[in-house]
């Protein structure tokens, strides 16, 4: 086999490889942006992380997120630096 078939081969190997891996990286990743449970999960990171930044108080319980056209928000509660409530909705 000359070596210009062997570049080749590899060549074809690598990005066939990499079409497989993008391709299921990125079903696995829509499905997982339509849990449940990882949209609560990220919804929670982003909220510490808030929380962190503006030094105040700002919980989410859960999200439900329909990507055609409902966002279900549960337990929100957002507080001032005093400590006051600025926003609580048990289900908004």
Do not use: C, P
């Amino acid at each position: 086999m000359s070596w210009w078939r062997k570049i080749t081969r590899i060549l074809w190997k690598t990005v066939l490889f990499s079409v497989l891996f993008l391709l299921s990286f990125t079903v696995i990743a829509f499905i997982g942006f339509q849990t449940e449970t990882f949209q609560t999960w990220a919804a929670q990171k982003l909220t510490k992380y808030l929380s962190a930044e503006l030094g105040t108080v700002i919980t989410i319980d859960k999200v439900e997120i329909s990507f055609v056209k409902n966002v279900t928000l549960q337990g929100v509660f957002v507080s001032d630096k005093h400590k006051d409530t600025l926003i609580y909705g048990k289900n908004i």
